[in-house]
């Protein structure tokens, strides 16, 4: 079993930075591959960021490449998204998820979630 909590999320004025956090414990966040996830109001869940569990590869969704990274500790088992240019429409509730064997866009190739964390971009 692996529980996810997720932190760092806040509001920001457009064009400011934030870094979410990832905590894992019960299991090496190094034998799964993770993600980021998120979702607004009146709209499905959305893939943002995931990193492989073997060699850290990253793979990002088009609207937040080149702004946000996502990148991994194994030896403090924390998964992180660095997130900088924020825009009104990254305003969401960010979830971290992992899974086992490849990673993926999907959210159903995902076992565990964390329960979110509130990231608001004003104008």
């Known amino acids: 079993q692996v529980q996810l909590v997720e932190s760092g999320g806040g509001l920001v004025q457009a064009g400011g930075s934030l870094r979410l956090f990832c905590a894992a414990s019960?299991?090496?966040?190094?034998?799964?591959?993770m993600g980021w996830f998120r979702q607004a109001p009146g709209k499905e869940r959305e893939f943002v960021a995931a990193?492989?569990?073997?060699?850290?590869?990253?793979l990002y969704t088009d609207s937040v490449k080149g702004r946000q990274t996502i990148s991994r500790d194994n030896t403090k088992n924390t998964v992180y998204l660095q997130m900088n240019s924020l825009k009104p429409e990254d305003t969401a509730v960010y979830y971290c998820?992992?899974?086992?064997?490849?990673?993926?866009?999907?959210?159903?190739?995902?076992?565990?979630w964390g329960q979110g964390t509130q990231v608001t971009v004003s104008t």
């Open positions: 990193i492989s569990s073997k060699c850290g590869t990253p």
């Open positions: 998820a992992a899974g086992r064997g490849f990673y993926s866009v999907a959210s159903r190739e995902y076992s565990y």
């Open positions: 019960g299991r090496t966040v190094s034998n799964y591959f």
